[in-house]
């Protein structure tokens, strides 16, 4: 069974998340059948990439795989995980990737979504960020792209609460660029991926480049990564975490004892 659908068509490159009885979770499945599409959508010199969830979804992507992730011991995130290197291809690739959101976006789905260079929702979409909710030690690149995607204290209350925002709220932020009625979405999308399409697209690859090094230019010293990398290993080796895991698996709320 596909994982996605992919076509091109008019130098426009579409990819719809397709594994709805896990709502779209970002298994190591999922994730590598996106990347090859990326490539294989670079290679047919798409100027513009969507990336969508079936009409009418109401989960866009339910975030990490949480059964792909280990109980402890082991960095959940690290720059090997499914999601990282997911995050990496999308802000590598040759031309625009607009995510058109529909549904709820959950968790790492949060952060491709906000690693896209547009973002297209409908009123109706939402966005979470889950690792509070399930005891995960979120990565430091990882907090880069929400930094970069929304403002401070966003972030801290997105964070720390793990509440949805809705659409509208996240369009005020700047978090995303168009909300519009769901029934105007993919043509709003097309549009803007046409208009894109119909511009110089080495001087907008080039661009995009340019600005994903200038976002990613945060001086951290080496002390400061490894103190970081320090506590994150406090958390996945902590109760907390395995608590969090197990929780999700055995569909039931967690209680967390700071441990
Ligand atoms: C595996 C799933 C998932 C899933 N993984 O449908 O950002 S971090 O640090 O937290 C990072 C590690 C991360 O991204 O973690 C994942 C964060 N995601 C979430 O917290 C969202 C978890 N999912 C949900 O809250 C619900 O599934 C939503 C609200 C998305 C949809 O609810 P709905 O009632 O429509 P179900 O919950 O019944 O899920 C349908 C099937 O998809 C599986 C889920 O286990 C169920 O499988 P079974 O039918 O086998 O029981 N599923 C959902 N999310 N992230 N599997």
Not at 22 to 28: F, I, P, T
Not at 179 to 199: Q, R
Request: net charge neutral; proline share 7%.
């Amino acid at each position: 069974m596909d994982r996605i659908q992919i076509r091109c068509e008019g130098h426009i490159g579409w990819i719809t998340l397709n594994h709805p009885e896990k709502r779209n979770a970002l298994s190591d499945e999922l994730v590598k059948a996106v990347i090859d599409g990326l490539a294989r959508l670079a290679k047919e010199s798409c100027r513009a990439v969507v990336i969508r969830a079936p009409a009418g979804a109401k989960v866009w992507s339910a975030g990490h795989d949480v059964s792909e992730l280990p109980e402890g011991r082991r960095d959940p995130l690290g720059w090997d995980d499914p999601l990282r290197h997911l995050v990496r291809a999308i802000e590598q690739h040759p031309s625009p990737v607009i995510a058109m959101i529909e549904g709820g976006v959950w968790g790492g789905a949060c952060e491709v979504v906000l690693a896209c260079d547009l973002i297209v929702a409908a009123d109706t979409a939402t966005f979470a960020l889950t690792p509070a909710k399930l005891g995960v030690p979120y990565n430091v690149s990882g907090m880069l792209t929400f930094l970069n995607a929304a403002p401070f204290r966003i972030v801290k209350e997105m964070t720390f609460t793990a509440e949805p925002i809705p659409a509208a709220r996240a369009e005020r932020l700047g978090m995303i660029n168009r909300i519009v009625p769901a029934d105007e979405l993919e043509a709003v999308t097309n549009a803007i991926a046409h208009t894109i399409a119909g511009n110089a697209p080495l001087a907008i690859s080039v661009m995009k480049e340019q600005l994903r090094i200038l976002a990613g230019a945060h001086p951290m010293s080496p002390q400061g990564f490894e103190r970081v990398q320090g506590l994150r290993r406090v958390v996945y080796d902590s109760a907390d975490y395995r608590e969090g895991i197990r929780a999700f698996k055995e569909k039931r709320k967690p209680v967390f004892e700071g441990r």
